[in-house]
């Protein structure tokens, strides 16, 4: 399911247990401009965008990503509900497999 970068806003800050409060006050803004942002009624500036990634602690990337035409994209959701339901060292340790995986794959022109 593609979501739009509100949707995906109001998804990751759920994930993170943090009110529209919170993130506004994370943030510098008000709860109604965060409120406006996840209905999508408004748009957001850059700076407003970087600072929702830095206080959700998630890569402008994947607040951006079902916005972004790719036609080679995989569903990422399962690796980040994997990842969100790790401890810090789970998460190196899925982080180191996958980049060595990844490089065996490259090798083997995959």
Known sequence: MK??????????RKERKMTQEQLAEAVSSSREHIARAEAGDRGISLELLVGIANA???PITELLADSLDS???IDESDLRYILLDCSSQEEKIITKTAKALKAILSEHGV
């Open 56 to 58: 959700l602690d998630v």
């Open 71 to 73: 036609t080679d994209r």
């Open 3 to 12: 979501l739009t970068l509100a949707e995906n806003i109001r998804t990751f």
